[in-house]
């Protein structure tokens, strides 16, 4: 786990460093930069979430996954409100609907993530939903990101790639695991679930 957390992390800094260095944001406008940059640590981001699945970070990381892409979508409209509008329209590109899946996908796997305990859905459920939402959102985010024409061309698709393929290995092991999380109450069957026998005196 701490390897794909360390690679997650190396490749967060990969593409920042190849996002800054790309001619596509020579003399671009701040918002720009600001939308390119928050993009590219939200992917690394989603590389880490699924080997953090059974760590307190979890929640923490996928509240910071979703402000930064939140960032990103509003640095967008504030560039350019017109071209983000058609974006999101039936009469815009494939990516950019890829794209909209994948952030409300993401708002649905936090909401799940926070609601998990009044659920009260069993593990396998849970998991099987939470992180099914979660690797499909993956999924469209970095294919959105690979379509697109921008700073993160080059060696920069092999970092979102190689993000991508780290987040659907981790998402893979999380949801086919049984083992509970740490901290995590029993799901309701099983041994952990069954109460002591009372002592007799």
Known sequence: ???ALLT?????????????TSPHLAGAPVVLVVSTVTATLGVAGLAAQP????????TAVGLAVLTL??????????????????AMSPDGPTRARMALISLVLLVVVVLLGVARRRLGWSG??????????????TVLG??????????????????????????????????????PARGAPASGTGPAAVPPPSRRR
Request: glycine share 12%; proline share 2%; charged share 10%.
């Open 1 to 3: 786990m701490r390897t």
């Open 8 to 20: 997650a992390g190396v490749l967060g800094l990969a593409g920042v460093v190849v996002a800054l």
């Open 51 to 58: 080997w953090l699945a059974r760590h307190r970070a979890h």
């Open 69 to 86: 892409v939140a960032v990103h979508v509003v640095a967008l409209f504030v560039l350019s409100p017109d071209d983000a509008l058609f």
């Open 124 to 137: 396998p459920t849970f998991r099987l939903l939470h992180g099914g939402f979660a690797l499909l959102a």
């Open 142 to 179: 970095v294919g959105h990101a690979v379509l697109t024409d921008g700073a993160l061309e080059g060696w920069g698709t092999v970092v979102l790639l190689a993000s991508g393929v780290l987040s659907v290995a981790g998402g893979a092991v999380a949801v086919l695991s049984r083992r």
